[in-house]
């Protein structure tokens, strides 16, 4: 009663294991429905964040084939980790590990609750690896004793986990399209020297106050088409550098070729000219229908933040934007996404100025 009643309350982070969870709700888990419920009753306690650690019901863990875990967090989709058993245990101290090991990565990802949780994951199985390796316990008076977890020889495997096993949404959800965004998104970011961009074009960032570059220019030269000519010259120049070739997003052309494999539609919306997505596309040996549309700085269609890009690739798919996904990795690519009624995926960087707000903004759902 202690701990629902006076330490609930103060508490951010929650790491129970399945019998804690049950002991502080008094409601019994039986199947990945009713942890669900139990992380929406702690979470009402006071607990932000709730991760089990060990959920043994069945349809967690493949009856009994694997070790589960899920992570809930106020107000977004819960999740599922499921990592192969590994014999040799039971194992002492894995629990203290997995929290441990929670409290180091989400220093690295705030943002990043999941990856987070699959760097833990990934952190438990090579120590527990490790441990059988060199010891499989011992037997004293009829009793087993487990082995000490080999926390000092797994020193590599904790500092650079590699995730062999990733979670998936418990309840998963269908997307019928997805708009992405292009430089920075599909391809790498910082490609584009945007310092000798604005120098070029004489364009301070005092004087653009946050606006994109374009948008700058064409305010600046309104009225004065030669000038802004020139000026979208020179932005078209250092686009053509940058994307010669352009620098892929690891895995890029596998994910859009799963996603036309499953049939969800695509399209582009970016402030790149259309040069830029063209040597795009060629350059990841993508057919040139892949995308249904793409939307660059040209078109007429109103860019980001508006959300026109967004709803007009939803009319003419015939779909609702509650099933579409937007990715990008700025704040109006968000913004853009949120008005439009879709869902959003940050893709977080460093060095970026609006990357807390970006993520707020896609974390709110």
């Not at 590990?97 to 699959?118: D, G, I, Y």
């Not at 910082?190 to 305010?219: H, K, P, Y």
């Not at 890009?309 to 003419?316: E, G, L, P």
Request: net charge negative; with cysteine.
């Amino acid at each position: 009663a202690v701990f629902r009643e006076e330490v609930l309350p103060h508490v951010t982070v929650l790491t129970p294991n399945q019998f804690e969870a049950e002991k502080l709700t008094e409601t019994t888990i039986t199947d990945l429905s009713s942890a669900a419920s139990v992380c929406d009753v702690l979470h009402a306690r006071g607990p932000q964040t709730v991760v089990i650690t060990t959920l043994d019901v069945k349809d967690a863990t493949r009856n009994g084939e694997c070790v589960a875990m899920m992570l809930s967090e106020v107000g977004r989709p819960k999740w599922l980790l499921q990592l192969p058993c590994i014999s040799g245990g039971p194992f002492t101290g894995t629990g203290d590990l997995t929290a441990s090991m929670l409290l180091a990565w989400t220093q690295f990802h705030p943002h990043e609750m999941v990856l987070a949780l699959e760097k833990a994951g990934a952190v438990l199985q090579s120590v527990i690896s490790r441990t059988v390796q060199c010891d499989r316990g011992k037997e004293i008076a009829g009793k087993k004793v487990p082995p000490e977890l080999r926390i000092i020889e797994s020193k590599r495997a904790i500092e650079t986990p590699i995730i062999c096993h990733r979670c998936h949404l418990v309840v998963p959800k269908v997307f019928c399209g997805v708009v992405f965004d292009l430089d920075g998104t599909l391809t790498l970011p910082f490609q584009l020297n945007i310092t000798r961009m604005r120098q070029r074009v004489d364009v301070s960032e005092d004087f653009a106050n946050g606006a994109d570059l374009v948008t700058c220019l064409r305010q600046k030269h309104a009225g004065n088409k030669e000038a802004l000519d020139a000026a979208m010259a020179i932005v078209e120049e250092e686009e053509k550098l940058a994307f010669s070739p352009p620098e892929l997003q690891p895995g890029v052309k596998d994910c859009i070729s799963h996603l036309r494999t499953r049939g969800i539609r695509l399209a582009i919306f970016t402030r790149n000219c259309q040069a830029s997505v063209d040597a795009f596309v060629r350059y990841a040996e993508l057919p040139a229908d892949t995308f249904d549309f793409v939307i660059t700085r040209d078109s007429p269609i109103k860019n980001k933040p508006s959300p026109d890009a967004i709803v007009h690739c939803c009319k003419a798919w015939g779909t609702n934007p509650s099933s579409v996904l937007v990715v990008g990795d700025g704040l109006d690519d968000m913004k853009a996404g949120q008005a439009a009624g879709a869902m959003t995926v940050a893709m977080l960087r460093p060095s970026t100025d609006d990357l807390d707000e970006a993520a707020k903004v896609a974390l709110k759902e």
